[in-house]
C-alpha cells in the first residue's frame, strides 16, 4: 500500500506521481482502491520533546509506588490518567501471555493530534505542578 499525502504545496506533482502509480498497478492487470480523507496533523516534534522534558523533571523528583520511575514509565503514567480523567480513549490492562503478570496496552501518543497532544501537556504540567515538580524547561 502506498499512501500519498497532499497539501497545496505539493498537490499537482504529488497526484500526478499518484496517478502514474496507478497506471503501472492497473496495466498489470490489477484494481485499485482510492481513498481520499483529510489528513489530520500529527503532534509536533516540539511538542513530543515538551512532554518528555516534563516526564524526565517528574522521574527526577517523585517516586511512585516506593520506585523511581523513568521518563518513559511517567510517560505512560501521565498518558492513562489524562486519558481516564478528561474521558478520552483508555487503554486495556490484559494478562501477559504466560499469564505471570499484566500487560498495559496503552494509548500511544504518536497517534495524538496536535491539539490532543496540547491538552496532554498543559494537563501534565498542572498535574507536576500540583505534585510539587520543579519544572525548569
Known amino acids: 500500500m502506498t499512501t ?6 505539493n498537490a499537482r506533482p504529488v497526484a500526478v506521481r ?3 502509480e496507478i497506471e503501472r498497478i492497473t496495466g498489470l492487470g490489477k484494481r485499485v482502491s482510492v481513498k481520499l480523507d483529510e489528513a489530520k496533523s500529527r503532534r509536533s516534534i516540539e511538542q513530543n520533546d515538551r512532554l518528555h522534558a516534563i516526564c ?24 492513562d ?16 501471555l ?18 490532543e497532544m496540547s491538552e496532554l501537556i498543559e494537563w501534565a504540567q498542572a498535574w507536576a505542578i500540583d505534585n510539587g515538580v520543579e519544572l525548569h524547561a
Do not use: Y
Open 4 to 9: 500519498f499525502t497532499l497539501d497545496a504545496s
Open 18 to 20: 499518484m496517478w502514474r
Open 56 to 79: 524526565h523533571e517528574i522521574s527526577q523528583q517523585r517516586v511512585w509506588a516506593g520506585k523511581h520511575i523513568d521518563t518513559e514509565g511517567w510517560k505512560r503514567l501521565l498518558v
Open 81 to 96: 490518567c489524562f486519558c481516564r480523567e478528561t474521558g478520552k480513549a483508555q487503554s486495556q490492562v490484559v494478562p501477559s
Open 98 to 115: 504466560d499469564g505471570q503478570s499484566v500487560v498495559n496496552l496503552g494509548v500511544q501518543t504518536r497517534r495524538m493530534s496536535i491539539s
